[in-house]
């Protein structure tokens, strides 16, 4: 019988150090948002907001993500900087996740700071509960500001999109009246956790009876700022630390960015030994209606970042409207909607400066804008030229406002194809994405970084279709290997490892080495792609395996061999 790699055996076991192994599964659900009140939803493993993931710094996050919802879907690691093919964003980092099906996505190099992570591509489920936080503690606690406890705080609009009746805004998946109080000690030092996972909802957060300390943005520790609210555009984060020194019982309470008087969900801060009852849920805190809010101007990058060049290597507009199409209006970026738009081209090692500028009035005009693989450094701060905010995602106020316009800075590290997008979930629908692509092959394997799914690595990519159909018994589909034109590929199907085996310098291998055979060989085609048509035996005994499959290319470069990225697939 053939064997895979022969040499395996003879190889040193060592795996990508300190990996943490993590499942997470979607699935359709329910969720109790206050006593007697239950809502449909879509969520990861059963929870809303989902269960947080949590590593230190230096660690890798291996994700098996199970989709069990009736239609496909990938996860988003909103803010990180991935690789392109752990972005999560259909057809652009892979195919998606079929029903039924699986991906396995292995994070590397993760940013300290507080993060989340949703679906992508499949608007509408933003708005079904599959949200959940990422939290990176530093690998240095003292990178940290000092903190007694700490609570995550997700906010979020619901919708009622798969119908019951409730709708409403949740703090961590619950309403005003089903909150579990954040219970405080008076000296503690409480750090919270701002997030803002909504649909379409831009909030400002502030806790009656205390200032906060702003310390990070967006994940990245930032100069302290002391306010008494925060404005949160979908997608961003605060850190935010409280002094508790006002003992009570207080409301954590969050309005719209566009009318402060009016509380739509709050959470309970209470003092150990404070007896008075929570708050009234539409109590609205005079930090929340009038106080001082903070900007993008007070923050200053607290560790160093790289700083603002005078001369950037590209300077690209990003003009934010509106304009009629054939189905009504579109929401657009430089006047393209999605997807018919021009690619943004930079490349590798570029700084680009990017100046948003909203043309419209109104507050239907509010737009948190992403850049999914890159951080902006923001322009016009407190940190000046050499200190500068870096964020994921700035709110881009309406024309009129302060803050209608902002000129961000990029680094282009990363290689690839990238949205560039508002996070609002109907202009996302409506067309405000935009993609910005890396001229040139920074990895050198052939495949230009704009279509290779692995762009910054050499290396065979297994690409299952998401195409649920075709993993039912006796059914027919194809696995291609996506490498380099005019090189072997074959590829093995087995029954996974737990753990990948390193294999230097061939890289990682996925399989049993004593239960995979070769399935077959290809050669590359123009496109860069392998294609192995199976037919799956028409055999009920098989339903529910799990079939791990990898691939080994041949290249010219040194190694001779390469082995694949690694992927799975579940038998129906
Ligand atoms: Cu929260 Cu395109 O992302
Ligand atoms: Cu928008």
Redesign the pocket.
């Known amino acids: 019988m053939h064997r895979f790699l022969p040499c395996l055996l003879l190889a040193a076991g060592s795996v990508a150090a300190q990996a943490v192994d993590v499942t997470v599964t979607a699935a359709p659900g329910t969720a109790t948002v206050e006593p007697g009140v239950t809502v449909n939803a879509w969520l990861y493993d059963g929870l809303l907001p989902g269960t947080p993931l949590r590593v230190t710094q230096g660690q890798t996050l291996r994700v098996r993500f199970r989709n069990q919802l009736p239609e496909a879907t990938m996860i988003?690691w909103?803010g990180q900087p991935v690789p392109l093919g752990m972005d999560g964003?259909p057809d652009i980092s892979r195919p998606s996740v079929a029903p039924g099906q699986e991906f396995l996505y292995e994070l590397t190099h993760l940013e300290p700071g507080t993060y989340w992570f949703?679906p992508?591509g499949h608007e509408a489920q933003l708005d079904v509960g599959l949200a959940s936080a990422l939290i990176v503690d530093p690998a240095n606690p003292t990178d940290d500001p000092p903190f007694d406890v700490e609570h995550t705080v997700l906010l979020d609009d619901w919708n009622d999109p798969l119908g019951g009746g409730w709708t409403g805004h949740l703090l961590n998946g619950r309403s005003s009246n089903g909150q579990v109080p954040i219970d405080v000690q008076a000296g503690q030092r409480l750090r919270l956790r701002l997030i803002n996972v909504a649909a379409v909802t831009n909030y400002v957060v502030a806790l009656d009876g205390h200032p906060m300390t702003v310390t990070h943005a967006d994940g990245g520790r930032v100069q302290p700022v002391a306010v008494q609210a925060v404005p949160l555009g979908i997608?961003e984060r605060y850190d935010v630390i409280v002094d508790c020194n006002n003992p009570g019982v207080w409301s954590l309470a969050a309005a719209s960015i566009t009318n402060r008087n009016a509380t739509l969900v709050r959470g309970i801060v209470r003092y150990v030994g404070q007896a008075q009852p929570p708050p009234a849920p539409g109590l609205v805190p005079a930090n929340l209606a009038t106080g001082s809010l903070l900007g993008y101007a007070q923050l200053a990058s607290y560790f160093p970042v790289r700083p603002i060049t005078p001369a950037p290597d590209r300077t690209l507009p990003a003009a934010l409207g509106m304009q009629m199409g054939p189905g009504g209006a579109l929401n657009t970026i430089n006047g393209e909607a999605w997807p018919n738009v021009t690619p943004m081209q930079v490349a590798l090692g570029d700084d680009v400066q990017m100046t948003f500028t909203n043309t419209l009035m109104g507050n239907g005009q509010y737009h948190p804008m992403?850049v999914?693989g890159h951080f902006f450094r923001l322009l016009g701060t407190a940190g000046g030229t050499l200190a500068p905010p870096r964020k994921d995602t700035i709110l881009i106020r309406p024309l009129g406002q302060a803050g209608s316009t902002a000129t961000v800075q990029m680094h282009m590290d990363n290689p690839g194809r990238w949205?560039l997008?508002c996070?609002h979930m109907m202009h996302m629908m409506n067309g405000m994405m935009a993609v910005v692509e890396y001229l040139g092959d920074s990895d050198g394997d052939g495949l230009p970084d704009r279509s290779d799914y692995e762009p910054d690595r050499a290396l065979p990519v297994v690409v299952v279709q998401d195409d649920a159909a075709r993993f039912v018994i006796g059914a027919a589909g194809v696995i291609s290997a996506q490498w380099t034109p005019g090189q072997i590929v074959a590829l093995y199907f087995g029954a996974p490892l737990p753990a990948p085996f390193a294999w230097p310098p061939f890289g990682d291998v996925w399989l049993d080495p004593l239960q995979h055979a070769p399935f077959g060989l290809g050669l590359v085609a123009p496109n860069g792609s392998a294609d192995f048509a199976y037919v799956l035996p028409n055999d009920p005994q098989q339903i529910g395996q799990r079939i791990g499959l990898q691939a080994l290319g041949t290249t010219p470069l040194p190694a001779g061999l390469l082995t694949s990225t690694f992927q799975a697939f579940v038998v129906h």
Do not use: D, F, K
């Open positions: 988003h909103h964003v949703h992508h997608g992403h999914h949205l997008h996070h």
